[in-house]
C-alpha cells in the first residue's frame, strides 16, 4: 500500500494520506474515550521514538527504551487521572521514573558526554509525551469526555494546515522566517488563519461544548503556536541536517513533521481552556 503511495505525485500522497489517517483519527476520537487513547498511544510513541531516532543521527546517545517507556507512563497516569479511575496522587510516580534516568546513564560506559544524553532524553519526554498528555487535560475538561473539543482542535489544524498550504503555493511571495524555513510564507499563513477561522465557525453549527467566541479565539491561539511549532520542528531538523523527520506518512515525511504544530500549540490551548 504505502510503496503504491509512493509512486503518486506529492499531492495525491498527501491528500491519500490525509484522508486515510484523518478517518481512523476522527473515528477513533469520536467513538469512546478508549479509543481516542489508544489511537494517540500510538501516535505519541511512534512520534517520540522518531524523535530519539534524529537525535541519534546528530551523534547524541538519549535512552531510547527509558525515554519512551516514561513518556509513555506519563501519557497513561494523566489520561487514568482525568478520566477519574486513579488519583492525581499517582502523578508523584513520575519522579522516580524519571530518575531512573540518570541510574540508567551510570553504567553506560560508553557514553562519552552522559548528561547531554540525559538532556536529550528528557527533551524527548518533554517535547513530545507531555504534549500529548495535556490533551487528556483539554478533552476532559468539562468533567467528561467530550470528543468535540479533540475533533474540534483537529479540523482547525487541519484546516490552517490545507488553507496555508493551498495559499502559499498559489501566493507565497513574502518570506514568513526563511532562516528557519524557507518556503513558508505570510500569505500561507493568511491563509491557514481564514481557513482556521471558518472552520471554526463551521464548528460552533454542530459542536456545543464551546460558544462560537470560544472556538473562535481557540483557532487564532492554535494557528499561532501550531505555527511556530511548526518552525520550531524545522530548526531541530536544519540542526542535523534533514529535510523531513521520516518517511512513515507518504506525502507528509514522519510523524513529528504530522503532527508539530499540536506539540506547542496543546499547552497554550490548555491554558486558555483552564483559564479563561
Known sequence: MISRLNSYSNLRQRVIAALLGGALIIFSAWFNSWTYFAMFF????LTQLEFYKLTGLDGMLPLKFWGTFSGMFIYTLTFLIEKHILSYHYYFLVFPI???TFFIKLYRKNDIKPFTSIAYTFLGIVYVAVPFSLLHVCVFINGFYSHEIILGLLFIIWASDTGAYFAGT???KTKLFERVSPKKSWEGSIGGTIAA?????LISLFYHDLLLWEWLVLSVITVVTATYGDLVE???KRSIAIKDSGTSIPGHGGFLDRFDGILLATPFILAYLILF
Open 42 to 45: 500510538v501516535i505519541t510513541m
Open 98 to 100: 524519571a530518575a531512573g
Open 170 to 172: 498559489k501566493f507565497g
Open 197 to 201: 477561522l471558518f472552520m471554526a465557525f
Open 234 to 236: 524545522s530548526l531541530f
